[in-house]
């Protein structure tokens, strides 16, 4: 069986894995513990083999065993929604006050399809796969906890290969994206808290006052990023928020001020040199204006580095399955932030970008992933579903050649 065939096989899942991924897009449910959206995807994967429920989170992992003995593959899907009130106007839009933004219910659909096809196929499977469903991607550490909890292990040996799909709105449907090393940011950020001494608004000098230090701060924090790091290793430092006094009193000193910020960084050396750089620059900014400071880091997901090997497969992949025009190399990583990092950071694998921005919508226009009016186009699910279930299939051939 070819992947071109199995891509054309897919196909047929197409109306049923729509109808799957809008019922979820109806029910999003936020954090580690989603009980109604594991319910729905424990119903679409019965029979298709063993499951594992998480001890801690609604984590589920589905082990299906090959015909023949060989190693395992990971594949993964996750499942929280955002604290986003959805405006799309469609027929399915959700009403909870949670909508899936960010694609997850299409990476369900298209979990629940590779299931399909490689239960379909398990007699041909060198090996064994296991399918992760994720909880708490957004934030949350879901990936972590599982591993944790040792739902790589199902199988009962480590993976040789991990591999995932993100689909986002705004790139031209249907189109797979990645790279070597580097594809996603460390996500971190921190809190930073400066304490004076409160007063009246007339006598600034009798008081320790915290706005303009702390405003020096938010500032300075910008020039440590372009003066203590290479422009070819990017940091991101950027302010999401700040709090101060009280919006209706404004001959008030007050004692406390505060700001949050996110953390992007590309290398493991860079997400430990401005932890410390940021420390000395905000506590030399608190001892210059005799105030006090409290910095606190919040938690961070993994640069995201996919294998070299790995990559090589998708793209061999991808080619065999859709041909030569559907696969970008990407020049650049982003930004943005996965917790799938974790993942790859102890089993070999890769993580692949798809579009889905519809048809009547321009990529260069359209709102993006986490916006509100963010639209998935649904006709690509049998091909993500393709794609996951050929990578475990071409990995697991190959161990069984060498």
Same mark, same amino acid.
Not at 130 to 141: A, D, K, L, V
Not at 262 to 278: D, G, H, L, P
Not at 319 to 327: I, K, T, V
């Given at each position: 069986m070819s992947y071109a065939d199995l891509a054309a096989e897919a196909n047929q899942y197409s109306s049923v894995l729509r109808e799957i991924r809008r019922e979820l897009h109806q029910i999003p449910e936020f954090g580690l513990q989603l009980p109604k959206t594991l319910a729905r995807v424990l119903e679409s994967i019965e029979g298709l083999g063993?499951?594992?429920?998480?001890?801690? &989170?609604?984590?589920?992992?589905?082990?299906?065993?090959?015909?023949?003995?060989?190693?395992?593959?990971?594949?993964?899907?996750?499942?929280?929604?955002?604290?986003?009130?959805?405006?799309?106007?469609?027929e399915f839009a959700s009403i909870n006050g949670y909508m899936h933004a960010c694609g997850h219910d299409l990476h369900m659909a298209m979990g629940i399809g590779a299931a399909h096809l490689i239960a379909t196929h398990k007699a041909d499977l060198k090996g064994?796969?296991?399918?992760?469903?994720?909880?708490?991607?957004?934030?949350?550490?879901?990936?972590?906890?599982?591993?944790?909890?040792?739902?790589?292990l199902v199988s009962g040996q480590m993976p040789i290969a991990a591999f995932g799909i993100h689909v986002f709105s705004s790139y031209p449907k249907g189109l797979f994206g990645s790279r070597v090393g580097a594809l996603m940011a460390a996500a971190g950020g921190m809190t930073v808290s400066f304490k004076g001494a409160?007063?009246?608004?007339?006598?600034?000098?009798?008081?320790?006052?915290? &706005?303009?230090?702390?405003?020096?701060?938010?500032?300075?924090?910008?020039?440590?990023?372009?003066?203590?790091?290479?422009?070819?290793?990017p940091v991101v430092i950027n302010v999401g928020w700040v709090k101060a006094g009280d919006d209706h009193t404004e001959n008030v000193i007050p004692e406390i001020a505060s700001f949050g910020a996110? &953390?992007?960084?590309?290398?493991?050396?860079?997400?430990?040199?401005?932890?410390?750089?940021?420390?000395?620059?905000?506590?030399? &900014?608190?001892?210059?204006?005799?105030?006090?400071v409290e910095i606190n880091f919040l938690p961070s997901t993994k640069v995201l580095m996919n294998e070299a090997e790995s990559i090589a497969r998708v793209e061999r992949v991808i080619?065999?399955?859709?041909?030569?025009?559907?696969?970008w190399s990407m020049p650049d990583p982003i930004a943005g932030g996965e917790d799938f990092a974790s993942v790859v950071d102890i089993i070999p694998g890769a993580f692949v970008f798809m579009g889905a921005c519809p048809d009547d919508s321009d990529p260069r226009t359209a709102s993006t992933n986490h916006s509100n009016k963010a639209l998935f186009d649904d006709s690509i699910l049998a091909d993500g579903a393709a794609l996951l279930a050929s990578l475990a299939f071409d990995a697991l051939n190959e161990a069984a050649a060498q």
């Open positions: 063993e499951i594992t429920i998480g001890k801690s &989170i609604t984590s589920a992992v589905l082990h299906i065993k090959g015909g023949q003995p060989g190693p395992t593959v990971l594949l993964r899907a996750d499942m929280d929604a955002l604290a986003v009130i959805e405006d799309t106007g469609l064994d796969v296991i399918i992760w469903f994720q909880p708490g991607e957004e934030g949350h550490g879901g990936a972590d906890v599982m591993l944790d909890e040792g739902m790589h409160g007063g009246h608004g007339s006598m600034p000098w009798l008081s320790k006052d915290p &706005i303009s230090p702390m405003a020096e701060a938010i500032s300075a924090l910008q020039t440590m990023v372009n003066k203590r790091f290479s422009a070819f290793d996110t &953390i992007r960084t590309f290398s493991v050396e860079n997400t430990e040199k401005v932890k410390r750089y940021a420390t000395e620059l905000l506590e030399g &900014i608190a001892r210059a204006h005799a105030l006090e080619e065999a399955a859709f041909g030569p025009d559907r696969y």
